[in-house]
């Protein structure tokens, strides 16, 4: 006897199904109580803070190399005197928020699905459960909640650290002073610039987080299906945020059109 | 206002309190793999009631559907006069509440100490303070032989120590019925005597119900007030260990004479 194979495309749209109802629960039960402060600042610590460090060196390393090539390509129209502005603008609006998205992707996301995997195939999920405490609300939730707030803040880590980047590159040139470099640097940037291009990491967390709790929660196959669920967890995050950023781009310019100017 | 009652409901009613777990016809199917196929049987209350099988039969798909984890596709699973396989939410963690579960790896929770596992329940469900947690915890390991481990990680225990903190955590809460997946299974003999020691225990004087998912048949007969042979998915015999050593079913007299059933 053979069993019936579901065809590729119902198994993709199953999937993308299953994906965008526990997302859709995700978002609904972050606003309903009870709320699990003490785990949720557990998260926080995990997944926020201790990200902070890569975010920090990175984004020195991406504001030293912006720097290069904003100087490179300025020289030749005499107009040095604008690549602190200039750097800051490409970063705070597109390279810091996107930057550190793809790099927490990377980050937390294969650490929320191998941490969750390895609990599902090793029954923790449903020892919780069997303790009378909703799974989801302390696992997802939790990590939901603590993505969110911390992308934002980490991402205005990272725009500081490209600056600052940015100085060192300079100064090593032109010797610019640092006062004199952040002066410029945050000449042309406004709120417009900052506020939506900074929220927008609101929904990179929520995606990065959501996308792995699933693939861990639905982790199969003892440590193989862990380790499967960790690269999908990166692969499918980035992904994501890679296309919802152009969406969300779009959606910027539309409400701010200043930005677009 | 006095609403009458029929006799029948009451009767049901009453066999409901003292029963502590009750299956009615229940049927699991996983994919096309036809796990439980029309199981029904009654635990009383403080008994000890013992599912044999051979591997692969349902026996740990049956303890699942008695706390909730898994939900029959027909049939009714009551704890108490509770219907489980109806109730969600706060409703059904009420239930969980009164039942401490046992898992065959023990499934610890490995990002906090074994302590802290224990103590997981008691800070979750009740008002102590973080001292009567702590003591309350150490009492619970010290029953089962692990006092002056509340500060180890899991994985620094052996198999044995894992299920032993396993059944401090599913007790912590002082449960009235305990749920114990393949308590002895990969302990060597004077481990599992242990467990079966304090599982008989808690049983004998301290009313627990007990339901034990197990492959030792030594272990079935010591902890089996009844006992249960589960043979793909449907219910083979059921009796006291007497009743189905006398059985002239060719299966359950080789499981029972046999040293392990499977």
């Known amino acids: ?261 | 206002m006095n609403v009458a009652i029929s006799p029948a409901v009451e009767e049901e009613k009453e066999a409901q309190i003292a029963a502590a777990v009750r299956l009615e016809h229940v049927c699991k199917t996983f994919g096309s793999r036809r796990v439980l196929e029309d199981v029904s049987f009654t635990v009383p209350v403080s008994c000890g009631f013992v599912i044999l099988g051979r591997s692969g039969t349902g026996k740990s798909v049956t303890l699942k559907h008695i706390i909730g984890l898994v939900k029959p596709d027909s049939g009714r699973v009551f704890v108490g006069a509770d219907e489980v396989s109806s109730l969600e939410g706060q409703e059904l963690a009420r239930v969980r509440r009164s039942i401490g579960f046992l898992f065959q790896n023990a499934a610890l929770f490995d990002s906090i100490s074994v302590g802290e596992n224990v103590a997981f329940p008691l800070r979750r469900h009740t008002r102590l303070t973080d001292i009567e947690i702590r003591e309350r915890a150490q009492v619970k390991l010290a029953a089962v032989g692990l006092e002056g481990e509340y500060d180890r990680m899991p994985a620094a225990l052996s198999g044995g120590m894992k299920k032993r903190a396993g059944l401090a955590r599913a007790m912590a809460l002082d449960p009235p019925l305990l749920l114990v997946d393949e308590p002895s299974a990969g302990l060597d003999p004077i481990t599992a005597d242990e467990i079966d020691n304090l599982l008989f225990a808690l049983n004998n004087q301290g009313g627990t119900t007990l339901v034990v998912v197990t492959h030792n048949i030594r272990s079935a007969r010591r902890l089996g007030d009844e006992l249960m042979i589960l043979h793909e998915g449907r219910i083979l015999a059921q009796g006291t260990a007497a009743d189905l050593d006398q059985s002239h079913d060719d299966l359950v007299r080789a499981l029972m004479a046999s040293q392990h059933a499977g």
């Not at chain 1, 994906?19 to 785990?39: G, Q, S």
Request: hydrophobic share 55%; proline share 3%.
């Open chain 1, 1 to 261: 006897m053979t069993e019936r194979s579901e065809s590729p495309v119902v198994s993709l749209l199953a999937a993308a199904g299953a994906v965008w109802l526990f997302m859709w629960k995700a978002a609904r039960e972050v606003i309903v109580p009870p709320f699990e402060v003490r785990e949720t600042i557990r998260q926080l610590y995990e997944l926020g803070l201790r990200s902070a460090p890569l975010i920090a060196v990175s984004g020195v390393a991406v504001g030293v190399v912006l720097s290069m090539h904003t100087r490179a390509s300025l020289e030749r129209f005499g107009a040095e005197s604008m690549i602190p502005a200039g750097l800051a603008i490409a970063l705070v609006r597109e390279t810091g928020p996107l930057t550190a998205g793809l790099l927490l992707s990377g980050r937390i996301g294969a650490g929320i699905g191998a941490e969750l995997g390895a609990m599902r195939v090793t029954e923790q999920i449903d020892a919780l459960e069997a303790t009378a405490v909703d799974a989801f609300r302390y696992l997802v939730v939790t990590r939901v909640v603590a993505c969110v707030v911390a992308l934002p803040i980490l991402t205005t880590l990272m725009n500081f650290a490209g600056m600052l980047g940015g100085y060192l590159a300079e100064s090593a040139v032109s010797g610019m002073s640092l006062t004199m470099y952040f002066d410029r640097s945050f000449s042309l940037i406004g709120l417009s610039d900052y506020v939506p291009a900074t929220v927008k990491t609101m929904v990179f967390g929520f995606i990065i987080a959501t996308m792995s709790s699933y693939l861990g929660f639905t982790t199969e196959s003892g440590t193989e299906g862990v380790g499967r669920a960790s690269t999908r967890a990166v692969v499918l995050s980035s992904i994501l945020i890679i296309v919802s950023n152009v969406v969300l781009v779009r959606l910027i310019f539309f409400i701010f059109p200043e930005v677009a100017r």
